[in-house]
Structures are given as C-alpha cells and as structure tokens.
C-alpha cells in the first residue's frame, strides 16, 4: 500500500480567478469563505475572483487567500478521493504552506490558522515596506556555485545582505537580501554559469533577517494559539525533519520566518522515510513541478481550486 503525503503550496500560487467554480458550485466552500470573510475583516472571495493581481499579489493578502484556497481544494479531494485523504500519513508545505498542512493535520483549526496567516501575512508585509529587499532565482547551478555567486556579490558590496533563500530543487535556488545585492547577483549569474537569473516580484527579503521584526510578532501571535498535537507529522521547511510535538512546532514557525527553506531536502527526507505518492493541494502547480525535478518516478497528483 502506498505512503500518501499532503503538499500545501506557498506564496506565488495565487492567481486571479481561482477557486471560481467551485465558489460557484460547492456549498462548503462557499462556507469557508463565509468564515474567511469574517475573519479577515473583508471580501476575500471577491479578490480572489476579481482582483486586481496587484491586490491580490501584496503578501497581506496572498497569504490568507492560498491559505483558504488550499483548504477549497482539499473540500474536492474528500469528494473525489475520501480513502487518500484517510490514508495520508504525512504533511508538508512550503513555507506558508506549512499553515496549511499543520491546519489540516489538526494542530490548529482553520480559523486559528487564518487568523495566525493573516498576522503572519501583515508582519512580514511590514518588515518588507520597512527594507528595500527583493529576491532572485537562480536556475542551473549546484549550491557550491550559488554559494560562490553570494560571497562575490557580498564582497563587491560591503554592508548588503544576500544569502540562499529557498532550496526548491536541484539548480533551482533563489537568493533573497537588499535590492542593489539581488541585481548584482542577477548580473554576475551569468558568469557564473548560471542558464538564467530572473528577479521576482515579490514585496521583500524573505527568509533572511531582514524580516525583523517579523518573527517576533509571530512569536506573540503564537502564544495565544493553543497547539495541538497534530494526528499525523508535519515535516518542517527549516530543518526537514517530520514533527509532532506542540512546542517544538511553534518555535519552527518562529524560526522559519528568517531562515532558509529547505523544500528539496525535505521532499528527499519524506522520500527516505518511504513515502511514494503526494498530493500537492491549492492553487498552482509549483510542488508537481519541483517533484518532478527532485525524483521524476514518484507521482505528485495535483489537486486544483
């Protein structure tokens, strides 16, 4: 019998129009806007579906709205395919993602985990409107060489910040720090033997420590959540490892606001501990893409909004 794994996309999923048939059609995810919408305080469903992509784009938003179309495609999953979503034994997400995947595994519900994005969501956008950050990818080199393109770029530039980001998939890494840093970074890519070097439009540095105050604002938001222990594990962006216990998960999603993450190591490590079939749940087809670069044989079925 296969292992099945729940994957939750992160931020840079959304899209304008999403989750619009089944807003239109299925009464349980009219629902679970019903309940976002109180939550947030606005017309979540609305922006989603009309826009504009900039409002939508802009972290304090994107963030709750995967977050809710995440768990609209999971409402379809449980129609369509009730035994994978009681067989699955394990969950993850990349970076928001792992909201997600702790809301689906019971750790929290899904009004404590909106509530929980959504602060998330304005802290970072803070931290970001404060520091002119952005990020870079960076396709077709192995880590040593990114590795080598950040301190070049540091040593040109004394007093930026630049440093590998998010670890997607092999030469497949975005880089993430001050503006002028990222543009060297995207000039010097080449030299370097990078096929391509593209900066993204993104509100900031995330996954660095220019996200202060960020973490700390989290770990406020936090205290007042009341962790579960979650039915099944959750493997974390930060050290790629499946955990369970209450504590230990909310200092990870501390942590993970400034550090690195480790979405091929921990895709590698769920690989190891057996498991051979995933679901990437939400919008987007990032993970099924990533998946196929990081083992082409294991299936990824995408589960859409």
Same mark, same amino acid.
């Given at each position: 019998m296969s292992k099945i794994a729940f994957l939750f996309p992160g931020q840079g999923a959304q899209s304008v129009g999403m989750c619009g048939e089944l807003l239109a059609s299925n009464s349980r995810v009219q629902e679970l806007f019903r309940q976002a919408n109180d939550i947030l305080g606005y017309d979540l469903a609305e922006i989603c579906l009309q826009g504009p992509v900039e409002k939508l784009d802009s972290t304090v938003i994107s963030q709750p709205a995967i977050f809710t179309a995440s768990f609209a495609a999971l409402e379809v999953l449980k129609e369509t395919e009730p035994e994978a979503v009681e067989n699955c034994s394990a969950a993850a997400g990349l970076s928001l993602g792992e909201y997600t995947a702790l809301a689906f595994a019971g750790a929290m519900t899904f009004e404590e985990g909106l509530k929980l994005v959504q602060k998330r969501g304005e802290a970072m956008q803070a931290s970001a409107d404060a520091t002119a950050g952005g990020m870079v990818s960076i396709m077709g080199l192995e880590r040593e060489k990114v590795s080598e393109l950040c301190a070049k770029v540091l040593e040109d530039m004394p007093g930026e910040t630049l440093k590998e980001a998010n670890f997607l998939c092999p030469g497949n890494i975005v880089l993430s720090g001050t503006k002028p840093a990222c543009q060297h970074a995207e000039e010097l890519a080449e030299s370097f033997g990078a096929m391509r070097a593209t900066a993204l439009a993104v509100a900031g540095a995330f996954h660095t420590q220019m996200m202060k105050p960020?973490?700390?604002?989290?770990?406020?938001?936090?205290?007042?959540?009341?962790?579960?222990?979650?039915?099944?594990?959750?493997?974390? +962006?930060?050290?790629?490892?499946?955990?369970?216990?209450?504590?230990?998960?909310?200092?990870?999603?501390?942590?993970?606001?400034?550090?690195?993450?480790?979405?091929?190591? /921990?895709?590698?490590?769920?690989?190891?501990?057996?498991?051979?079939?995933?679901?990437?749940?939400?919008?987007?087809?990032? /993970?099924?893409? /990533?998946?196929?670069?990081? +083992?082409?044989?294991?299936?990824?079925n995408k589960i859409d909004c």
């Open positions: 960020a973490d700390e604002k989290l770990a406020a938001a936090l205290e007042s959540v009341k962790m579960q222990t979650p039915r099944i594990p959750v493997y974390s +962006n930060v050290d790629f490892q499946p955990h369970t216990d209450p504590d230990e998960i909310k200092a990870i999603l501390v942590k993970q606001v400034l550090s690195s993450v480790y979405w091929e190591d /921990l895709v590698r490590k769920a690989l190891e501990d057996g498991f051979d079939q995933f679901y990437e749940i939400g919008p987007g087809r990032v /993970l099924t893409s /990533l998946m196929k670069r990081i +083992n082409r044989k294991t299936p990824c």
